[in-house]
């Protein structure tokens, strides 16, 4: 299998005024301390959190109840983990000051044995590991483990990582194929993936086999979860597929269940493939990504279009208006896309990654940092939502935070890290996956080089490329050519040469030189996007696409009824760009028709009696910028002649 390299902290470094510098500038300035307040009770703005609080009643320093969900620790340990990908590219002694001390508590609240949850600590110690299908204590270390290595690799501190290794430790104690131990794994999949990443800071194979353990155990009979609930005589139902638990992982063949804890699992299923050279792994892992983002992905990247369960359904089974796309579901989509494009270059991972970034993740913070949408509809209709009493009806505006809160601080981790996920290399050169200004460095031939790129992607498909070295070297450059352009362009030293795609991606294989520049064109226009026929949901709709950015229509634009909107189809859109709109986020104007009917008249019409329509004008905006202003109506899919 092929296996790239993806460049870490010190590969890639951000250049300014670029759109991801921006989103990463403002998780640095805004949203880590605001989260912080949060989750120290101290932010008048938003609801208690308690996961400070816990932390200190774990530790005896007060006293008190835990308060908060079962899972209230990985709050804490998404937000370490953010810290440490913002240390990495940005040093702040007061915020490593802040992170230092929040360790150091950690390390007071963790048991002599290695154990640390809080709420079992503080709640229920008596009932430890004897619910590990619904009570998050793996997942809970999993989180722990990710923000200690993010912390590790950027300060080189080991405090924090000593934790999580003794935790690791007692763990291995409770579980595994010995007698006495569980024969189990984890309820919501995490420290799955999250021990592959400590093995790789620590050189320790013990952690990998444990992953693998709790990977290839998954599923088999006699179920664990079947037999843990019997142990406790828990009587209810339980669907097995919920958890990805319903045959072992490499029989997996659809996407079952809810959808984080599987983008979890797979993103685990791609490490191991890489780490262990696993083909049936990654044959797995290639068959789930077909019917995930073939027959189970909204135009935006959201996956897991129920809220029952918070899970995917059948096969192109995507409402609009009851899309639950869980902003954390977005997230461990472009986890696992990364992955798999470590191990199976194809751009097709690259797309999906993109558009799940730009649209599915974006859309969950506000432009300001300190709101979130927890689900992720493709339709709102305010008027009605009072009256739903499905777990679907999602408020109208972003909330400060969330009883349930793991997709602010999830959004938070995978910002701070965007630079990891620009760049792969290998022996032959260098992949270029996203497109932002930004420098990435690596060695070949006996020395360093400098890949330094200028864009103003997403808006403009002209990216340009100039390369830093001493000496003259030969490798390869391999540009991913996006999914949704046509007629992708390449220069070098202003010449134009031959597009040659494999895989989605354009190689430019060639002796450098210092200082050579190369190009990339890739035109942008204004798609009319039509969905697969049988998603029923979009029949007779298009939606609104340029470049990576999928485009909605909202009330505060176009008032209300936007279902009534009818595209023109002969009148090509127009993409505007207006410094003073919406923070300078530019918008797409296009000419439809809207009927003239009123509320005044009959509810219902002979179709010979039904007034003429009026033409208008509609402005969309991108996506992940709505409700940002007004509350009101939104709408991604419209009808059209």
């Known amino acids: 299998m092929d296996k790239l390299k993806a460049m870490g902290d010190a590969n890639v470094t951000l250049q300014d005024s670029s759109f991801w510098s921006e989103r990463v500038q403002l998780v640095r300035e805004t949203v880590l ?5 949060i989750l120290n009770d101290t932010e008048p703005d938003a609801p208690p959190s308690f996961t400070i609080r816990n932390l200190r009643i774990a530790a005896k320093e ?18 370490l983990e953010a810290v440490g990908y913002s240390l990495a590219t940005h040093p ?21 044995n290695g154990y640390l949850d809080t709420y079992f600590i503080v709640k229920e110690p008596d009932k430890k590991w004897t619910n590990v299908r619904d009570w998050h204590e793996l997942y809970c270390a999993g989180h722990l483990i990710e923000g200690a290595v993010a912390y590790f690799e950027a300060t080189g501190k080991r405090k924090a990582l000593d934790i999580v290794c003794r935790l690791v430790t007692h763990i291995s104690t409770k579980f595994g194929p010995e007698p006495g131990k569980l024969m189990g794994y984890p309820g919501h999949e995490e420290i799955e993936l999250a021990l592959v990443k400590l093995y790789r800071a620590t050189g320790d194979y013990k952690y990998l086999e444990l992953s693998s353990y709790f990977i290839d155990e998954r599923g088999q009979e006699p179920n664990f979860f079947r037999m843990e609930a019997e142990a406790r005589k828990d009587p209810r139902h339980y669907n097995f597929a919920y958890s990805q638990a319903h045959v072992p992982v490499r029989e997996q063949e659809t996407a079952e269940g809810h959808s984080v804890r599987a983008m979890y699992l797979y993103s685990a299923m791609a490490d191991l493939a890489k780490e262990l050279d ?55 989509l472009v986890f696992w896309a990364h992955r798999m494009l470590q191990i199976d270059v194809n751009a097709d991972y690259g797309d999906v990654m993109e558009r799940a970034l730009y649209n599915g993740v974006l859309s969950g913070m506000s432009m300001d940092g300190k709101k979130y949408f927890y689900v992720n509809p493709l339709e709102v209709w305010p008027t009605t939502a009072n009256h739903r009493h499905d777990m679907a009806s999602v408020k109208t505006t972003r ?41 990435a460095r690596w060695e070949t031939s006996g020395q360093r080089v400098t890949l330094a790129q200028q864009s103003q992607y997403p808006w403009d498909g002209h990216i340009q490329f100039e390369v830093q ?4 070297a030969e490798f390869a450059t391999r540009l991913r050519i996006p999914g949704w352009t046509r007629e992708a ?49 979009n029949a007779g709709k298009v939606a609104l696409q340029r470049g990576p950015i999928v485009y909605c229509v909202e009330e505060v634009d176009n008032g209300t009824n936007l279902s009534d909107i009818v595209l023109k189809k002969q009148l090509e859109p127009e993409f505007h760009v207006d410094k003073e709109f919406l923070q300078g986020v530019p918008y797409i104007t296009v000419q439809a028709w809207r009927s003239s009917l009123n509320s005044d008249q009959n509810l219902y019409l002979p179709f010979d009696e039904a007034t003429e329509r009026v033409s208008t004008e509609i402005r969309a905006v991108p996506y992940f910028s709505w409700c940002n202003r007004e509350p009101g109506e939104m709408c991604v899919w419209l009808r059209t002649e």
């Open 33 to 37: 301390p605001y989260q912080w307040r």
């Open 399 to 439: 909330q400060s935070w969330f009883g349930c809160a793991c997709c602010p601080p999830n959004i938070a981790r995978l910002l701070a890290s965007i630079h990891r996920y620009l760049y792969s290399y290998d022996d032959e050169g260098i992949y270029v996956h996203l497109y932002s200004n930004s420098e």
């Open 469 to 472: 070295m001493e000496r003259p």
């Open 92 to 112: 702040d002694k007061e915020l490593e000051r802040v992170a230092d001390e929040v360790i150091d508590l950690l390390e007071r609240a963790q048991e002599p």
């Open 62 to 79: 007060i006293d008190g109840e835990f308060n908060g969900m079962v899972f209230q620790d990985s709050d804490l340990a998404k937000w």
């Open 489 to 537: 362009q390449i220069r070098v030293n202003g010449h134009p040469i031959a597009v040659n795609v494999e895989n989605g991606y354009a190689t430019v294989q060639r002796q450098w030189n210092n200082g050579d520049q190369l190009e990339l064109i890739l035109p942008m226009h204004v798609e009319r996007v039509v969905a697969n026929k049988f998603v029923r949901a």
């Open 278 to 332: 696993d083909d049936s792994l990654l044959q797995a892992c290639r068959k789930l990504w077909n019917n995930v983002t073939q027959k189970k992905m909204y135009i935006t990247g959201g996956i897991g279009s129920s809220a029952y369960e918070e899970a995917f359904t059948v096969d192109y089974d995507l409402p609009n208006d009851r899309a639950y796309t869980e902003t954390c579901a977005a997230i461990g």
